[in-house]
């Protein structure tokens, strides 16, 4: 039989390949200064401390080797129990948590649970790509909504709401991914009071929002709900991060009736995620080496998004735009006076340097901004960051010249 007679779902008929990871292969380039990737630095995790949970774990090695629970080990459904409520969001560790595969597979049992062909599901424009792909292999429609300097636009959602009838919607509330945004506490309540108002289950996507180098604080939207109101909410957070994301641990804060569906999604999808990594990451938990090394992740990612903010402020003279992220990992950028990105690229590819053009974040190729890009600076150290700006900037002034 040839490949062509097969017969593949609809999804994955013509699936395109990441354009993040397309680029990557450029990044790897012995002296190639990357901002494409959107990962933790390597050199900042908290080795020593994982390797020490890894040895306490190690002596009772017997006990982790079996299947798991579903849901997850009971310490690490507490300790993560115990990280949601430290941000406000409170939630019972066996009646309304799961660990998962990181935050992308608690997401994707959302999305299988709730969602089936012709479903209309709300997302940011621009948006995470994984984000789009679990959701679009549901088989339903994703309805874009702009998400600007300071988050998703309220009324252009209640308008895609009214129209769309959507079954759910997904926000990344802080430090979003690519947009680097992030909304108010004003903003977030109305958002809430729209979830509730329409009766659209709202995912709230919330792995950055430890890391704050600026401005006040702000709780997750789930911290904003009572009791009642929670039923309408999925809070979905990670250690990838903030700890390290060979883990694969994140986690879902769930309504109970909502949580028991995606139980039965997870034992389809891996039975349960890994007992022994999740009592590391529970062991290093317990441990207070989550809390004792945040700060330094913080001081060394909040010094990077400074140097790599100012450095496009003082050489790119006005032809890259931005608004400075208060945390997380991405400076969401706009070629002024007409320039693209993709027309960028490969001058900055002769250069060494790469950054992710905007094209790859946008779900709908109708509602793109072709001018925009996404820079990271979380795993570049601040000397190449300003290397890699001065590169990009001559890259600008190699395209300007034709
Ligand atoms: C917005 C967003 N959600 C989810 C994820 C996936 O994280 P995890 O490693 O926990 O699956 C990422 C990773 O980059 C992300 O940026």
Redesign the pocket.
């Known amino acids: 039989m040839s490949s062509g007679e097969m017969q593949y779902a609809p999804p994955f008929l013509n699936p395109a390949l990441s354009p993040i990871r397309v680029l990557l292969s450029y990044a790897n380039r012995p002296g190639t200064v990357s901002f494409a990737g959107?990962h933790p630095d390597v050199s900042l995790f908290n080795v020593d401390a994982l390797r020490e949970a890894s040895e306490i774990v190690s002596s009772r090695l017997a006990g982790c080797l079996q299947y798991g629970e579903t849901g997850g080990q009971p310490a690490m459904r507490e300790a993560a129990a115990n990280l949601s409520a430290g941000r406000g969001v409170k939630a019972d560790p066996s009646s309304e948590v799961i660990i998962t595969g990181?935050?992308?597979q608690a997401l994707s049992l959302v999305a299988q649970v709730m969602l089936t062909v012709g479903d209309k599901v709300i997302v940011e424009n621009p948006c995470?790509p994984?984000?789009d792909q679990a959701l679009r292999h549901t088989g339903a429609q994703l309805i874009p909504v702009t998400s600007g300097a300071s988050g998703i636009e309220l009324e252009e959602l209640e308008e895609a709401i009214r129209q769309h009838r959507p079954k759910m919607m997904c926000v990344?509330a802080s430090f979003s991914?690519p947009s680097g945004s992030t909304l108010s506490a004003e903003k977030r309540k109305k958002l809430l009071g729209l979830a509730l108002k329409y009766k659209v289950l709202l995912v709230e996507?919330d792995?950055y929002s430890d890391l704050r180098y600026a401005g006040e604080p702000v709780p997750p939207i789930a911290a904003f709900a009572d009791e009642e109101e929670r039923n309408w909410i999925v809070y979905l957070s990670?250690l990838?991060k903030t700890v390290a994301?060979a883990l694969r641990i994140?986690w879902m804060v769930a309504p109970a009736e909502l949580r028991r569906r995606c139980l039965v999604a997870k034992q389809a999808d891996d039975l349960s995620t890994s007992p022994w990594t999740q009592e590391i990451a529970a062991e290093y938990l317990r441990a207070g080496a989550f809390h004792s090394h945040l700060p330094s992740l913080i001081k060394t990612y909040g010094h990077r998004c400074e140097t790599m903010c100012s450095m496009i402020t003082e050489l790119s003279g006005g032809r890259l735009t931005f608004t400075k992220p208060e945390g997380g990992m991405f400076v969401w950028a706009r070629l002024t006076g007409g320039r693209k990105a993709q027309d960028l690229l490969q001058h900055a590819i002769d250069q060494e340097v790469v950054f992710v053009p905007g094209n790859a974040f946008y779900p709908d190729p109708s509602k793109q901004d072709p001018s925009t890009l996404r820079m990271s600076f979380a795993s570049v150290n601040s000397d190449l960051i300003i290397e890699g700006v001065k590169r990009l900037v001559k890259a600008i002034d190699i395209l300007d010249a034709q």
């Open positions: 959107g990181g935050s992308q995470f994984s984000t990344v991914n996507d792995p990670s990838s994301p994140g």
